[in-house]
């Protein structure tokens, strides 16, 4: 069972550049979630999805994007990226709402040049 | 003030005793609470979930939540250099949102 699994582990940008991290869940969980982590403080939430078509923002959208046309996928898209993107990106899953803990991606390490 | 607050640390014990992790959150209305544990260069990894006051205990692991005080912690008993990591405090006030801690870095001597 693999869980959560995200790609690439790593990757550097230059100023301007796009790219997409890719998650992908095979636990049938309806709730997915984009956060970033940033060294000293705690993990903050970029987007996340009830369902497939259906996504909303959390407290640091600027700069990304999402989609979430099946069950198991949920891609975030950084636009021009920007120094202030370097960080840890952590795509998490979860069987229902408040009262679920998550399951994490192992995680992507992405540097801004 | 942070809605999440713990201490980055690092605390450090020596290997058998009890390490004592603690957090605040500010928002009163929060109904559940979860420790997730982190070592270096890795994801978190939920290892305790509480929603009422009082403890739970899964193995060595102790979660305490007192909701009157907005405080939660997490015992680990008979300290392993194994659980040396960082422990993230989570608390969900409903909803889709939760909110995470900045973690407490654990050393744990051998």
């Known amino acids: 069972n693999a869980g959560v699994t995200q790609t690439p582990k790593f990757r550097i940008l230059k100023i301007g550049q796009s790219m997409t991290l890719q998650c992908a869940q095979d636990?049938?969980?309806?709730?997915m979630y984009w956060y970033r982590q940033d060294p000293g403080m705690g993990l903050k939430l970029i987007y996340y999805s009830v369902g497939a078509g259906i996504t909303d923002k959390g407290e640091v959208p600027n700069g990304y994007n999402v989609s979430r046309s099946t069950t198991e996928d949920f891609p975030l898209r950084l636009e021009l990226a920007a120094p202030s993107q370097t960080s840890v990106y952590f795509c998490?899953?979860?069987?229902?709402?408040?009262?679920?803990?998550?399951?994490f991606g192992s995680g992507t390490r992405l540097t801004v040049v | 003030q942070k809605e999440v607050e713990q201490n980055s640390g690092p605390l450090s014990v020596p290997e058998g005793a009890i390490a004592s992790l603690n957090c605040t959150y500010s928002?009163?209305?929060?109904?559940?609470f979860f420790w997730y544990r982190q070592y270096s260069g890795k994801s978190p990894e939920l290892i305790m979930s509480i929603y009422s006051n009082g403890d739970k205990e899964d193995g060595r692991f102790t979660a305490q939540l007192n909701k009157a005080s907005q405080y939660v912690s997490l015992l680990i008993r008979d300290s392993q250099p194994s659980d040396s990591a960082t422990y993230l405090c989570?608390?969900?006030?409903?909803?889709?949102?939760?909110?995470f801690g900045a973690g407490t870095r654990l050393f744990v001597k051998a």
């Open positions: 636990m049938n969980h309806n709730y």
């Open positions: 928002d009163r209305v929060s109904q559940s």
């Open positions: 998490a899953s979860s069987k229902g709402t408040d009262t679920y803990g998550y399951t």
């Open positions: 989570a608390v969900s006030p409903g909803g889709f949102k939760t909110i």
